[in-house]
């Protein structure tokens, strides 16, 4: 099999994910951050009533046309107290901000515009026009309208939103659930102490933390060793829990103890690719078990990132109903890069910013996939396109954001 360009793998897998269609209703909190299955119509009218802006008094602007007039305060109207008498000519009602403005007024004098003669009795001290710090009932929002769109993502302006609209429960779309799966002999989970030839299993955590960040609802099968019958155990797992998506991280590679793609086969995967043509992540592998999308991440920790990125993400993204995160970018080149081979070249790099604002990127020397260490000191990739030609410092090259600069 000859190695698969990547935009044409992202194509071949996004072509064959459609958006999951279940419906869930959910609780506010459990909301933030999903994406809403239908349109959010309002329950209500918001303001529910002319309401005060300010604190002051309620009174007829045409009776505070001149200042030095006197009021007589008849009454108080304070948030979720209203005052239920009538503001006549020569009148005011003490109200306070929110609170609903009484019947008869049709502004609003700031405290500080008006003098206390007495607990009755007010000179104002400016004039007022009509309709000021008054909120008319509606301006917001009225019952009945359409305040929020099916496919918005409920970040905490519209989940507020929705709230205030009277709802204590929104129609989701199911989150894609993901199953990881860690395969290798050597790895032990963090924390204990590995005995000799043995490593930390630590890429699953990236991963989750990647799917979770794309909507994703994770389930971490964790470790099995290169065992035909533990990968096969761990397969079952995952189906059994209706998963969307199965991630394996290791064992994609050719070796004799990479056996994740001959045991999903013997499981009833169809492959639809293996090995792209990148750098890192060549060996990873595409297949669907059924409904289920099959991703083989390759087991060198940079490698299993880099392809979270480029296939997981956008594949998450689809299922969610969401727009993947668009991270691409530009930057000038601090240093120069060498020509290119035949893969897509994914170089790890740290951005500044240049003496004119603009950004500018510097790679890392060492670019070997094992390395977390310096995947986690970068901002971004470089990307090399394959048989990119060599780049001076100073010219604009295309990257890939991993995170906002300073973060
Ligand atoms: N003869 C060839 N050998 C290799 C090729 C090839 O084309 N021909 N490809 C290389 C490339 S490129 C990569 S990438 C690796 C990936 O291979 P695997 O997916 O089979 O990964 P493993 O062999 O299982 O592991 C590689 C490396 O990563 C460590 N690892 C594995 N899982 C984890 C984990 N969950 N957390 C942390 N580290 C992990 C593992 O111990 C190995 O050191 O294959 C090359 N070989
Ligand atoms: O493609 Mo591998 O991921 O270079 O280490």
């Given at each position: 099999?000859?190695?698969?360009?990547?935009?044409?793998?992202?194509?071949r897998?996004?072509?064959?994910?459609?958006?999951?269609?279940?419906?869930?209703?959910?609780?506010?909190?459990?909301?933030?951050?999903?994406?809403?299955a239908?349109?959010?119509?309002?329950k209500?009218?918001q303001?529910?009533?002319?309401?005060?802006?300010?604190?002051?008094?309620?009174?007829?602007a045409?009776?505070?046309?001149?200042?030095?007039?006197?009021?007589?305060?008849?009454?108080e109207?304070?948030?979720?107290?209203?005052?239920?008498?009538?503001?006549?000519?020569?009148?005011?009602v003490?109200?306070?901000t929110?609170?609903?403005?009484?019947?008869?007024?049709?502004?609003?004098?700031?405290?500080?515009?008006a003098?206390?003669?007495?607990?009755?009795?007010?000179?104002?001290?400016?004039?007022?026009?009509?309709?000021?710090?008054?909120?008319?009932?509606?301006?917001?929002?009225?019952e009945?309208?359409?305040?929020?769109?099916?496919?918005?993502?409920?970040?905490f302006?519209?989940?507020?939103?929705?709230?205030?609209?009277?709802?204590?429960?929104?129609?989701v779309?199911?989150?894609?659930?993901?199953?990881?799966?860690?395969?290798?002999?050597?790895?032990?989970?963090p924390g204990?102490?590995?005995?000799?030839?043995q490593?930390?299993?630590s890429?699953?955590?990236?991963?989750?933390?990647?799917?979770?960040?794309?909507?994703?609802?994770?389930?971490?099968?964790?470790?099995?060793?290169d065992?035909?019958?533990?990968?096969?155990?761990?397969?079952?797992?995952?189906?059994?829990?209706?998963?969307?998506?199965?991630?394996?991280?290791g064992?994609?590679?050719?070796?004799?103890?990479?056996?994740v793609?001959?045991?999903?086969?013997?499981?009833?995967?169809?492959l639809?690719?293996?090995k792209?043509?990148?750098r890192?992540?060549k060996?990873?592998?595409?297949?669907?078990?059924g409904?289920t999308?099959?991703?083989?991440?390759?087991?060198?920790?940079?490698?299993?990132?880099?392809?979270?990125?480029?296939f997981?993400?956008?594949?998450?993204?689809?299922?969610?109903?969401?727009?993947a995160?668009?991270?691409m970018?530009?930057?000038?080149?601090?240093?120069?890069?060498k020509?290119?081979?035949?893969?897509?070249?994914?170089?790890?790099a740290r951005?500044?910013?240049?003496?004119?604002?603009e950004?500018?990127?510097?790679?890392?020397?060492?670019?070997?996939?094992?390395?977390?260490n310096?995947?986690?000191?970068?901002d971004?990739?470089?990307?090399?396109p394959?048989?990119?030609?060599?780049?001076?410092?100073?010219?604009?090259?295309?990257?890939?954001?991993?995170?906002?600069?300073?973060?």
């Open positions: 099999m000859s190695l698969l360009p990547v935009e044409e793998a992202q194509q897998l996004l072509d064959r994910a459609s958006p999951i269609q279940d419906i869930e209703a959910v609780g506010l909190h459990q909301a933030a951050q999903r994406v809403l239908k349109d959010v119509v309002s209500l009218t303001p529910p009533f002319h309401a005060s802006a300010m604190d002051g008094y309620a009174l007829r045409a009776d505070a046309a001149e200042p030095g007039t006197e009021l007589e305060v008849i009454g109207s304070a948030a979720g107290h209203a005052f239920d008498g009538m503001v006549r000519t020569g009148t005011a003490r109200i306070f929110g609170a609903p403005v009484p019947d008869g007024a049709d502004s609003v004098l700031l405290q500080e515009d003098e206390k003669l007495s607990p009755r009795c007010i000179r104002t001290l400016y004039p007022v026009s009509t309709g000021r710090h008054i909120r008319p009932r509606g301006q917001d929002f009225t009945g309208q359409t305040v929020l769109n099916v496919g918005a993502k409920l970040d302006a519209r989940l507020t939103l929705a709230a205030a609209a009277n709802h204590d429960q929104l129609p779309y199911r989150q894609p659930r993901v199953a990881l799966i860690a395969t290798g002999d050597e790895l032990v989970p204990g102490k590995p005995g000799p030839s490593i930390i299993g890429n699953t955590f990236g991963v989750a933390a990647l799917a979770k960040d794309n909507g994703a609802d994770v389930l971490d099968l964790g470790i099995v060793p065992d035909r019958d533990a990968i096969h155990r761990a397969i079952e797992a995952a189906q059994a829990k209706n998963v969307d998506v199965i991630v394996t991280l064992g994609a590679s050719v070796g004799d103890h990479d056996l793609q001959s045991t999903f086969l013997a499981a009833g995967m169809v639809d690719f293996w792209i043509a990148m890192p992540g060996p990873l592998m595409v297949g669907n078990l409904t999308h099959v991703l083989g991440l390759p087991g060198n920790p940079v490698s299993s990132m880099v392809c979270g990125l480029l997981l993400e956008p594949l998450l993204a689809r299922l969610g109903h969401l727009p995160p668009n991270r970018s530009t930057a000038v080149l601090a240093s120069p890069l020509e290119n081979d035949r893969r897509q070249d994914y170089l790890r951005l500044s910013i240049g003496p004119s604002g950004r500018r990127v510097t790679s890392f020397e060492k670019q070997d996939s094992s390395m977390m310096i995947f986690a000191q970068s971004c990739l470089i990307i090399r394959p048989h990119a030609p060599a780049m001076a410092a100073g010219e604009t090259c295309p990257i890939m954001l991993l995170r906002d600069i300073g973060h």
